[in-house]
T-cell receptor
Framework: EPEVTQTPSHQVTQMGQEVILRCVPISNHLYFYWYRQILGQKVEFLVSFYNNEISEKSEIFDDQFSVERPDGSNFTLKIRSTKLEDSAMYFC?????????????FGPGTRLTVL | AQSVTQLDSHVSVSEGTPVLLRCNYSSSYSPSLFWYVQHPNKGLQLLLKYTSAATLVKGINGFEAEFKKSETSFHLTKPSAHMSDAAEYFCVVSDLGGSYIPTFGRGTSLIVHP
């Protein structure tokens, strides 16, 4: 069964450094998402992406964040200058159709630790 | 506006006994509701979803959930727990309120004792 993959599984970085989290969505899916989960808190929506554009973004997704689909398979989340509070598990997801009834398929996550 | 409350952060059951994971939602519109499961070091996997068809929804691995509009609930049940059911479970709501951005509950950790 096809699945969403994410690399790396764990990323440790120094405050102020740039990080790029990578995701390979399911190949025939058109909608892509990033979520984060700070330890002990809820999973929070960051951004959705369709047709090479951001569809929606939350208030968390400020100018420090950016997303890109650099080629036909990868979907990346970049944090330009990491802060301590960016430490979290970051999940990528993809869906075929988008919309409120469509199923999103999630990757295993990347644990980001900012020191 | 939409919100989700998972009433229990941890639920502990013995193998072979029933499972009940509670979820209450708030939605201004007709919601779609989902249950996801997350095993350690794995992504979130869809168990089942409700999208305004039958109110009793059957999912994978013997789980089911019933949408009760009058109680604004979407509790997850399973008649008999298995050791492999031990995981984190998330209730998710998505409605028509201007976007399809889903809202997650805090999660319930299911512990299964032999």
């Amino acid at each position: 069964e096809p699945e969403v993959t994410q690399t790396p599984s764990h990323q440790v970085t120094q405050m102020g450094q740039e990080v790029i989290l990578r995701c390979v969505p399911i190949s025939n899916h058109l909608y892509f998402y990033w979520y984060r989960q700070i330890l002990g808190q809820k999973v929070e929506f960051l951004v959705s992406f369709y047709n090479n554009e951001i569809s929606e973004k939350s208030e968390i997704f400020d100018d420090q964040f950016s997303v890109e689909r650099p080629d036909g398979s990868n979907f990346t989340l970049k944090i330009r200058s990491t802060k301590l509070e960016d430490s979290a598990m970051y999940f990528c997801a993809s869906s075929e159709l988008g919309g409120r009834t469509d199923t999103q398929y999630f990757g295993p996550g990347t644990r980001l630790t900012v020191l | 506006a939409q919100s989700v409350t998972q009433l229990d952060s941890h639920v502990s059951v013995s193998e072979g006994t029933p499972v009940l994971l509670r979820c209450n939602y708030s939605s201004s519109y007709s919601p779609s509701l989902f249950w996801y499961v997350q095993h350690p070091n794995k992504g979130l996997q869809l168990l089942l979803k409700y999208t305004s068809a039958a109110t009793l929804v059957k999912g994978i691995n013997g789980f089911e959930a019933e949408f009760k509009k009058s109680e604004t609930s979407f509790h997850l049940t399973k008649p008999s727990a298995h050791m492999s059911d031990a995981a984190e479970y998330f209730c998710v709501v998505s409605d028509l309120g201007g976007s399809y951005i889903p809202t997650f509950g805090r999660g319930t950790s299911l512990i299964v004792h032999p």
